[in-house]
């Protein structure tokens, strides 16, 4: 039997299945100890020293026995937490992306997902470059600076040279004022060499699903294709990092097993890349199982209801605070209205899940890989934001500064990242309203600028950033970045 070691390099040992089953029952039996916690609320309270601000986070245990614990006024406690943490390091800023699906052919036979190899009705289709440059010209042409593209793993039509190839061409377009300044990267599970090379091509972070952590289940949801093989998919972001990738991207699909199981997971797989790499994943992701063509969410029988999915949101936020927190337009508005609050740092927007379909007028669905219950635009999300008090930011600079894995992370626990993030929400903002923005957006969005420069930490960069803006609004001179 494998014994739990976080250190280790094997799946088994670092998500090791009688340690998650020992910690539910921790969490189980703990569930009603006020006095404990207490403890652990008061342990996962941002510090203030000397202008900086700690956070201690939890360990997989801890944050278990929150999300057990049924007491309202408690809950209730960690809601309050979850927002006063998410002001402490992310403020009101809300970066925005969009997501670029290449190639729906893939050769597994994951059970929840519609490019599934044996779903022989859905169009298989896979974006030239050509296609590619019509695509990311539509993105520009909406206000995107950032990217995740999305592949199924096929190693004949999807070879990684197919997905480098496509990176340079996304990187290489400069429409009107438009750029793609940071490229994330989904795709399957790969080797150190080809982890490398995506490295070389100047990606931002690797983002890999687990989908489940629990090995029996995942090994029937996966009945074939490479994507079977538990452990490989499991230590993929080992192998990312040793290929000199340092942010990482985790993600959960909450729906396929029991949550408080996949939560301990989660949390084990960011202690162990912490623990063997010196970084925690750099964003976490938190889907749920949607409908799509032949995938019905309802067979999954581990669905959970809003109030649980807003619970493991505050719950992750407590447990590690400074990781960015991911949520798509496979959600509601509703939905990512209470996820914003509660811990989420980072939305898509005017998002497209087809192959090819930001181009078309029309929402294409033929192809799409979930159904989307966020259909507004982007501009019409950045209206809400802006109405509701946040900053949408299209900021990127930290990959490109070089700031990333732990010289990032250093920054990030400090809170000092916010004297950055701050002015460049601004000055990114200040671009989308110029250039991309309703007329309404721009006048509610400039007021909102001017407000916001009181919050800027420190007199030169706050004369810098409204130098920065004017010359945003009166030029166009663009990519200004702290
Ligand atoms: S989830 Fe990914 S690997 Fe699985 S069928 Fe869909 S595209 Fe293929
Ligand atoms: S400054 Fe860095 S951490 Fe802050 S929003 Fe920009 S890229 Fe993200």
Same mark, same amino acid.
């Given at each position: 039997?494998?014994?739990?070691?976080?250190?280790?390099?094997?799946?088994?040992?670092?998500?090791?299945?009688?340690?998650?089953?020992?910690?539910?029952?921790?969490?189980e039996e703990n569930k009603n100890n006020v006095e404990l916690i207490d403890e652990i609320l008061a342990k !996962?309270?941002?510090?203030?020293?000397?202008?900086?601000?700690?956070?201690?986070?939890? $360990?997989?245990?801890?944050?278990?026995?929150?999300?057990?614990? %049924?007491?309202?006024?408690?809950?209730?406690?960690?809601?309050?937490?979850?927002?006063?943490?998410?002001?402490?390091?992310?403020?009101?800023?809300?970066?925005?992306?969009?997501?670029?699906?290449?190639?729906?052919?893939?050769?597994?036979?994951?059970? +929840?997902?519609? +490019?599934?190899?044996?779903?022989?009705?859905?169009?298989?289709? #896979?974006?030239?470059?050509?296609?590619?440059?019509?695509?990311?010209?539509?993105?520009?042409?909406?206000?995107?600076?950032?990217?995740?593209?999305?592949?199924?793993?096929?190693?004949?039509?999807?070879?990684?040279?197919?997905?480098?190839?496509?990176?340079?061409?996304?990187? $290489?377009?400069?429409?009107?004022?438009?750029?793609?300044?940071?490229?994330?990267?989904?795709?399957?599970?790969?080797?150190?060499?080809?982890?490398?090379?995506?490295?070389?091509?100047?990606?931002?972070?690797?983002?890999?699903?687990? /989908?489940?952590?629990? #090995?029996?289940?995942?090994?029937?949801?996966?009945?074939?294709?490479?994507?079977?093989?538990?452990?490989?998919?499991? %230590?993929?972001?080992?192998?990312?990092?040793?290929?000199?990738?340092?942010?990482?991207?985790?993600?959960?699909?909450?729906?396929?097993?029991?949550?408080?199981?996949?939560?301990?997971?989660?949390?084990?797989?960011?202690?162990?890349?912490?623990?063997?790499?010196?970084?925690?994943?750099?964003?976490?992701?938190?889907?749920?199982?949607?409908?799509?063509?032949?995938?019905?969410?309802?067979?999954?029988?581990?669905?959970?209801?809003?109030?649980?999915?807003?619970?493991?949101?505050?719950?992750?936020?407590?447990?590690?605070?400074?990781?960015?927190?991911?949520?798509?337009?496979?959600?509601?508005? /509703?939905?990512?209205?209470?996820?914003? /609050?509660?811990?989420?740092?980072?939305?898509?927007?005017?998002?497209?899940?087809?192959?090819?379909?930001?181009?078309?007028?029309?929402?294409?669905?033929?192809?799409?890989?979930?159904?989307?219950?966020?259909?507004?635009?982007?501009?019409?999300?950045?209206?809400?934001?802006?109405?509701?008090?946040?900053?949408?930011?299209?900021?990127?600079?930290?990959?490109r500064a070089g700031r990333t894995g732990d010289r990032f992370m250093t920054l990030c626990k400090t809170g000092?990242?916010?004297?950055?993030?701050?002015?460049? !929400?601004?000055?990114?903002?200040?671009?989308?309203?110029?250039?991309?923005? #309703?007329?309404?957006?721009?006048?509610?969005?400039? #007021?909102?600028?001017?407000?916001?420069?009181?919050?800027?930490?420190?007199?030169?960069?706050?004369?810098?950033?409204?130098?920065?803006?004017?010359?945003?609004?009166?030029?166009?001179?663009?990519?200004?970045?702290?």
């Open positions: 039997m494998a014994v739990y070691d976080k250190n280790s390099l094997k799946a088994d040992e670092f998500i090791n299945h009688e340690e998650i089953l020992e910690t539910l029952k921790y969490a !996962a309270k941002p510090i203030r020293e000397d202008g900086k601000i700690f956070c201690k986070g939890l $360990s997989h245990r801890e944050a278990a026995v929150l999300l057990a614990c %049924e007491i309202p006024e408690k809950i209730e406690e960690m809601f309050k937490l979850a927002k006063e943490i998410k002001l402490a390091f992310y403020g009101n800023r809300i970066v925005l992306f969009a997501p670029l699906y290449l190639s729906n052919y893939c050769v597994n036979g994951c059970l +929840y997902c519609p +490019y599934h190899a044996k779903n022989k009705h859905i169009p298989r289709k #896979k974006l030239t470059q050509e296609e590619i440059k019509k695509e990311v010209i539509a993105l520009q042409d909406m206000g995107h600076k950032r990217l995740a593209i999305e592949a199924g793993e096929d190693p004949v039509n999807n070879p990684i040279e197919y997905i480098l190839d496509s990176i340079k061409t996304i990187y $290489s377009i400069k429409h009107k004022n438009g750029a793609i300044r940071r490229v994330n990267v989904n795709i399957a599970a790969t080797t150190v060499e080809n982890y490398r090379k995506l490295k070389e091509a100047g990606i931002g972070t690797y983002i890999l699903f687990q /989908e489940t952590y629990h #090995k029996k289940g995942y090994e029937e949801l996966h009945p074939t294709g490479p994507k079977h093989d538990y452990n490989y998919h499991t %230590e993929a972001m080992d192998r990312a990092m040793e290929g000199g990738i340092d942010d990482v991207g985790l993600g959960v699909l909450f729906g396929l097993d029991k949550y408080k199981y996949e939560f301990a997971g989660l949390l084990m797989h960011a202690e162990h890349l912490e623990a063997v790499h010196g970084v925690g994943p750099h964003t976490i992701s938190v889907p749920r199982v949607k409908k799509a063509d032949d995938i019905d969410p309802d067979v999954f029988d581990n669905g959970i209801d809003d109030e649980t999915f807003e619970k493991i949101i505050a719950c992750i936020r407590i447990a590690v605070p400074y990781t960015g927190m991911i949520i798509s337009t496979r959600e509601s508005e /509703e939905v990512r209205l209470k996820a914003l /609050e509660m811990g989420v740092s980072q939305i898509s927007g005017g998002s497209r899940t087809s192959v090819g379909g930001y181009g078309e007028e029309e929402r294409p669905h033929d192809t799409e890989q979930f159904d989307v219950s966020d259909t507004r635009t982007l501009d019409e999300v950045i209206a809400w934001l802006i109405e509701i008090g946040y900053i949408p930011s299209f900021c990127t600079a930290c990959y000092q990242i916010q004297n950055c993030c701050h002015p460049n !929400a601004l000055m990114t903002l200040a671009e989308y309203l110029m250039d991309y923005a #309703k007329d309404k957006t721009k006048e509610e969005g400039l #007021k909102l600028i001017e407000k916001e420069y009181d919050n800027i930490i420190g007199d030169k960069i706050r004369e810098l950033t409204k130098e920065h803006i004017k010359d945003i609004c009166e030029s166009n001179k663009r990519d200004f970045r702290f």
